[in-house]
């Protein structure tokens, strides 16, 4: 009899205006998203690329799958620190931005040669076990919800005439 594991993940994202959110879940801290300027992170806002999030997920993940084979094989792990380098390729308006290297560099230190062996080994067989490969055969569904507001700005005037909105002066418009 086959055993198998079902795990549901679920985030939030709150947009922060302009192009930065929040992502929030229930088992871990707020991460500030921000988006790359010209191709980088503007590190001045606090906020993560969802690219570079996608990086250290596959980083991380490597590290998880790796201690877990290391386990199963008695090999004992004294060290482990790793960085990750992704190139990510934009063709234009016709074309997706796509990755075409992703790489991850452990560094893991053992307490013996054939351990270190056998590390070697876990870590060949690791590529097709690991994410992005082993959990991204598929596209993502987007199941959105589109709503029309109708801001109340008669009452909404500032004294110079200007309006001044937030969230809470939209309402759902008829049929929207």
Known sequence: MTSISITEYETRLYWQGERGAVLTSDQAPPVPIGPPMNGVVDTTQGGWAPEALLLGAVEGRALQAFLDD??????????????????????????????TDLI??????????????????????????CFPSSMLHLTPRIEAV??????????????????SLDADDFAPAPGG
């Open 70 to 99: 290391a386990r199963e094989a008695g090999v004992r792990v004294l060290f482990y620190q790793s960085t990750a380098m992704a190139r990510l390729v934009s063709g234009g308006p016709e074309h997706a931005p796509c990755f």
């Open 104 to 129: 991850v560099r452990p560094h893991v230190a053992v307490a013996s040669p054939s351990e270190a062996e056998r590390a070697r080994q876990l870590f060949a067989a690791l590529p097709m076990r």
């Open 146 to 163: 589109v709503e029309v507001w109708a801001a109340h700005r008669s009452s909404l005037a500032d004294g110079d005439g200007r309006a």
